[in-house]
T-cell receptor, first 114, second 110 residues
Framework: DAGITQSPRHKVTETGTPVTLRCHQT?????MYWYRQDPGHGLRLIHY???????DKGEVSDGYSVSRSKTEDFLLTLESATSSQTSVYFC?????????????FGEGSRLTVL | QQQVKQSPQSLIVQKGGISIINCAYE??????FPWYQQFPGKGPALLIA?????SEKKEGRFTISFNKSAKQFSLHIMDSQPGDSATYFC?????????FGAGTTVTVRA
């Protein structure tokens, strides 16, 4: 299994509070991604990073920010959580091998916003 | 809107039967088409993938069929087994990012 650790794995919070999810990798892969998974929508890209301090928006980035100060860590922050952000969040990493382009996913962080 | 459209949303198949999941895309710049398998409580894992210059790829009981002109691709699971019960996602890569379909929940009845 790819060395990806997400924390926390489960969190319940209240509307309006800040939340930070952490993704830690031990593979030294350049690319890191945050996806959210919701029924009927599959996996939707929130933000991604292509190197330290290099990040860009995905298709559902509103209400989220990210930071990557080290190769191994990618943080996802909800500045003021809303109920619509209740979801399962997955971190993924990739070496972007031209032949495979495989993404390796973490086990997910389930966030409930009350 | 979703860049990759996947159907059906769910399917039930008898043990030994064939499961077929279809996906369609619009962006002709996509250069890599993987399928991911996800079990409850776990992250998705790569199952099989194909590049657009190949029309078919087979790995064990899993086969991808790719139709570039129609911008469609499909996953066939032959001789379906109860252990294949999972959610399957098709995806397409462009600009180093994967866009996923909405997923298909496959249930294999023993």
């Amino acid at each position: 299994d790819a060395g990806i650790t997400q924390s926390p794995r489960h969190k319940v919070t209240e509307t309006g509070t800040p939340v930070t999810l952490r993704c830690h990798q031990t593979e030294n892969h350049r690319y890191m991604y945050w996806y959210r998974q919701d029924p009927g929508h599959g996996l939707r890209l929130i933000h991604y990073s292509y190197g330290v301090k290099d990040t860009d928006k995905g298709e559902v980035s509103d209400g989220y920010s990210v930071s990557r100060s080290k190769t191994e860590d990618f943080l996802l922050t909800l500045e003021s959580a809303t109920s619509s952000q209740t979801s399962v969040y997955f971190c993924a990493i990739s070496a972007i091998n031209p032949n495979t382009g495989e993404l390796f996913f973490g086990e997910g962080s389930r966030l409930t916003v009350l | 809107q979703q860049q990759v459209k996947q159907s059906p949303q769910s399917l039930i198949v008898q043990k030994g039967g064939i499961s077929i999941i279809n996906c369609a895309y619009e962006n002709t710049a996509f250069d890599y088409f993987p399928w991911y398998q996800q079990f409850p409580g776990k992250g998705p894992a790569l199952l099989i993938a194909i590049r657009p210059d190949v029309s078919e790829k087979k790995e064990g009981r899993f086969t991808i069929s790719f139709n570039k002109s129609a911008k469609q691709f499909s996953l066939h699971i032959m001789d379906s087994q109860p252990g294949d019960s999972a959610t399957y996602f098709c995806a397409a890569r462009g600009d180093y990012k994967l866009s996923f379909g909405a997923g298909t929940t496959v249930t294999v009845r023993a």
